[in-house]
């Protein structure tokens, strides 16, 4: 694995799951991980629901905007993380390749999306223990 690490998440819409992914990871790894995220069918915004329940936690997603899933996106990271929503990335030798199964919060209030996000930051927390031991703050 590189020096930096590099993680990709990917879900469909790249609007919920892969965006709170992302922002956990990027909040909690800090510049010692690069950190992507992108979809196969990316929505118009992010998830108003997983906007709210990552500002409950003190962190800020309103910036981001859902991206396409690229063949370059994948070839730079060395984890592709999907979000168990389906979608297939492109397959290349060397990559580690992982199925994180969660609910969609596509169309759920932020109460539906609380356990969510609290799920993915146990799985970030322990990516970033595989990944960059002593990192974590």
Request: aromatic fraction near 4%; charged fraction near 25%; hydrophobic fraction near 40%.
């Amino acid at each position: 694995m590189a020096e930096k690490p590099s993680v990709l998440f990917v879900c469909v819409h790249n609007a919920g799951r892969s965006q709170m992914a992302a922002a956990w990871l990027t909040h909690l790894g800090g510049d010692r991980v690069e950190v992507r995220s992108a979809g196969s069918a990316p929505a118009d915004q992010v998830n108003p629901a997983a906007v709210e329940a990552m500002r409950e936690v003190g962190i800020d997603i309103t910036a981001e905007t859902p991206k396409i899933l690229t063949v370059d996106a994948v070839k730079a990271s060395d984890v592709c993380i999907t979000m168990g929503c389906g979608d297939t990335c492109p397959v290349f030798p060397g990559k580690r390749y992982l199925d994180w199964t969660l609910e969609d919060p596509a169309g759920q209030g932020v109460e539906a999306v609380r356990p969510i996000r609290d799920e993915i930051r146990k799985l970030v927390e322990g990516l970033i223990e595989e990944i960059a031991p002593g990192v974590a703050k």
